[in-house]
């Protein structure tokens, strides 16, 4: 058969369409069963990065999360309000990863973890991300506690850093925390019942060959991202996000910064979308 233009117009307007259609399917079987839902603010939730902004017509939002680190000995990170590491969170040590799949069972040498351990690649897993639980008020009163050590230095700089970062913890820093990881949905879900505070998402996780302050692998690991963070904003809701910006610390204590509420449901793939959104009055 000879292919004509018209033939390769109408192939290309069948594959568009069967592409489409396989999309919207998915779409639909997510939302067919509500798995969590989280009512987040713009702490958690800021406008996604785009090469070209200008030129793209759609809104997404991406949700903000963080962890509680592997050394929080170390002390509390002003800057990013997080402990350690940044996406490497004390709970996932030797046995969490174990659990994962990774071989954790080679003899603790700089040598083995370079051939071994660390050549292992990511591996995807179900995520556990909390909002406003145990690992904020962790994070707020290590906030509090690094406060204090700044006070007590006396230097102006020192006591003017102190006055700001127990307001940015309480008020800026999102909520949302990865506090566990599991292969297992239901096991999760079992662990983690309420769905109006715990969320499961699907990630990455791959391990860190981090040595610390022991001079010996210990074999943890490391979030490398989460899977559909980026959730697009339907048009009738994207009046609440008037305004958006991303920001962290100060940024995000202005007076004149966008306030705004959203409902986000994670359905049966575990993917999230904005069920509510609306703009909030400043305090």
Known sequence: MKWTRSHLVFAGLTLIAATNAVVLAGVAYNRGEVDSQLKLSERELQPAWTHNRKENSGLAMQLRWRVIGTEPADGYSIRSGDFGNYRSPAWLDRAKMASLGF???????????????????????????????QSHRKAIEAAIAEAGKLRATGKPDSVKLADEIVPIENEANSRVFAVDAGLDAGAL??????????????????????????????????????????????????????GA???????????TRARYEATVQFGKRLEPWIVQAAKLKAP
Request: net charge negative; hydrophobic share 25%; charged share 30%.
């Open 103 to 133: 071989d954790t069972s080679k003899p603790d040498t700089p040598e083995t973890d370079r051939r071994t351990y660390r050549g292992e690649l990511d591996r995807d897993v179900l995520l556990v991300l909390e909002l406003d639980g």
């Open 189 to 242: 879900r079992a662990k983690y019942p309420d769905r109006s505070r715990h969320a499961i998402v699907r990630g990455r996780v791959g391990p860190t060959g981090d040595y610390g302050r022991t001079g010996r692998n210990t074999h943890g690991g490391q979030i490398s991202g989460i899977y559909n963070d980026d959730i697009h904003v339907p048009l009738e809701f994207k009046p609440a996000f008037e």
């Open 245 to 255: 910006t991303a920001g962290t610390g100060n940024s995000l204590l202005s007076s």
